[in-house]
């Protein structure tokens, strides 16, 4: 190791395509962790958490070796010890490990789990794609009906109209089972064997380890092949057949919006039969200025420093950052917002009895990015109606006792305690479209009294202090 480098201090950014998510944003996140919980439990989905790491061998023998979440886009290391670790791509291998670990073979089946958390892989962080997002994810382990297919799409769909989406599309397709795709896989490499000189190189790659994704690829070149390919709903065996089938009338029944989507194969080999992805048309409504903020690292607007605190004041201006990166405002044109599909096979490639499986995932910061840009109501205003303004240190002194008298009278109530002259805070208290001011200066503390101010008037009075939760009760209800 040698000496301790000597670090100058400098501005730090979040490494490339990981965020914070900031105060504002949190009212959506939270309606959405809000309704997840809502309607999973409804549904009785329990939840479960696992750990952030897992053995790097769990994705290898799950998600599959050939394919670019395990080839290109894992985080994995070896600990000192030498352990092979990875932080979790993706949320079902580690939940049907944790099916198995914990026992759950036992209990009445289907099992029903739904978890809720931060997941990670190293892609080019472009077009809403982050290197650690967060996922919410409902599995039902041990019923092979369609229509555990079709509960979780009804489910993924309610939660997209609660949220005030409607413009949504599921893109659905069956890969087959492990009796009929074998049959499929040598037929589509009859085809395109004799076409490989003109496919991309992913493709040539593919043919060779995983000719299913050939109906993946996004290449220009390799368009006109797969247009021509043999289908796969052309060569299910009788069973997929009918679980198809099975699957589009409930999805008929429930008036769930949906498109045949042969070529849709999903990137994950422990896939069977079904498979979905959700598509939202997420332009912003006319007239309505989107309530997105395009990049992370922006100057701040005007006034804003004002909110972030007393401290801004004294504060030094920031020191310039060079070279923020350039982040391109999110499409998600022909991005999936949603996907899942059948794992029949997983619970048995873990060691398990043989168990069928459905699950899907809906991408968070994807669903958030929609609900700003078509403006979704979150429903919590978190305006507050009370500012509370202070002067001199002994007022300051009585302020946390004030204020927590009006937190448990469930009065919410704004202030700026750092602050020290009252035009100021008066001046915050105006912006927040607060109705009244509370002031507590120097003789009011002294005096047991506080003035109550009606911001749109201007009028004020003097109140006993022990009086002013009552008023203000009163006041509010009007
Ligand atoms: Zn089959
Ligand atoms: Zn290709």
């Given at each position: ?8 201090p ?13 105060p ?22 329990g ?5 952030h ?6 994705f ?7 394919t ?25 291998a ?14 009445s ?47 993924f769909?309610?939660l ?12 659905v397709n ?17 085809y ?32 006109v ?7 796969l ?15 589009l ?25 079904t ?5 939202v ?37 920031e ?5 923020v ?5 999110m ?10 599909g059948?794992?029949?096979n ?13 699950g899907g995932a809906i991408?968070?910061e ?11 109501k979150t429903?919590?205003s ?7 303004v202070q002067?001199?240190?002994?007022a ?5 006792k ?13 202030e ?30 002294i ?6 101010r ?10 006993p202090?022990?009086?002013?939760i ?7 209800k009007?």
């Amino acid at each position: 190791m040698g000496r301790k480098k000597k670090f100058k201090p400098r501005i730090f950014l979040a490494p490339k395509g990981m965020h914070d998510i900031l105060p504002e944003e949190q009212k959506y996140w939270e309606r959405v962790r809000h309704m997840t919980r809502t309607l999973f439990s409804f549904y009785n989905f329990g939840r479960i958490d696992t750990p952030h790491i897992e053995e790097t061998e769990l994705f290898l023998q799950s998600v599959g070796q050939d394919t670019d979440i395990v080839e290109k886009e894992m985080y994995s290391f070896i600990t000192t010890g030498g352990d092979e670790l990875t932080l979790r791509p993706e949320g079902t291998a580690p939940v049907i490990r944790a099916y198995l670990q914990n026992g759950f073979v036992n209990r009445s089946h289907p099992v029903k789990l739904y978890y809720f958390g931060s997941y990670f892989r190293h892609e080019s962080p472009q077009r809403g794609r982050f290197r650690e997002f967060n996922q919410t994810g409902l599995e039902i382990i041990g019923d092979e009906n369609a229509v555990a297919d079709a509960e979780i799409m009804h489910i993924f769909s309610i939660l997209l109209k609660e949220l005030g989406i409607s413009d949504y599309v599921f893109h659905v397709n069956s890969v087959g089972c492990k009796d009929c795709r074998p049959h499929y896989r040598s037929l589509l490499l009859q085809y395109y064997r004799p076409k490989a000189k003109g496919l991309c190189r992913d493709c040539k790659r593919r043919l060779k380890q995983n000719p299913l994704r050939l109906l993946d690829c996004k290449e220009e070149k390799c368009q006109v092949y797969k247009a021509n390919a043999p289908q796969l709903l052309d060569n299910l065996c009788e069973a997929c057949k009918k679980h198809f089938t099975m699957l589009l009338e409930f999805l008929d029944e429930g008036q769930i919006p949906y498109a045949l989507d042969m070529h849709l194969v999903r990137g994950l080999d422990y896939y069977t039969r079904t498979v979905f992805e959700v598509f939202v048309n997420a332009e912003p409504k006319p007239n309505q200025k989107p309530e997105v903020e395009e990049i992370a690292m922006r100057e701040p607007e005007e006034g804003e420093e004002e909110k972030a605190g007393a401290k801004a004041e004294e504060m030094k201006p920031e020191p310039v950052i060079e070279k923020v990166p350039e982040e391109k405002p999110m499409s998600l044109k022909g991005i999936a917002i949603a996907s899942g599909g059948r794992y029949d096979n997983l619970v048995q490639l873990l060691g398990g009895r043989p168990t069928p499986a459905v699950g899907g995932a809906i991408g968070l910061e994807r669903l958030v990015y929609v609900m700003k840009m078509l403006r979704v109501k979150t429903g919590s205003s978190s305006k507050n109606k009370v500012f509370f303004v202070q002067l001199g240190d002994f007022a300051k002194k009585k302020s946390f006792k004030l204020l927590e008298e009006m937190r448990d009278a469930g009065i919410s109530v704004g202030e700026s305690l750092g602050r020290d002259s009252i035009k100021s805070q008066l001046k915050i208290a105006d912006k927040s479209q607060a109705e009244y001011s509370l002031i507590l200066g120097q003789k009011e503390a002294i005096d047991n009294t506080i003035i109550i101010r009606e911001m749109s008037s201007g009028i004020q009075e003097i109140i006993p202090r022990d009086r002013i939760i009552d008023m203000l009760k009163k006041k509010l209800k009007k």
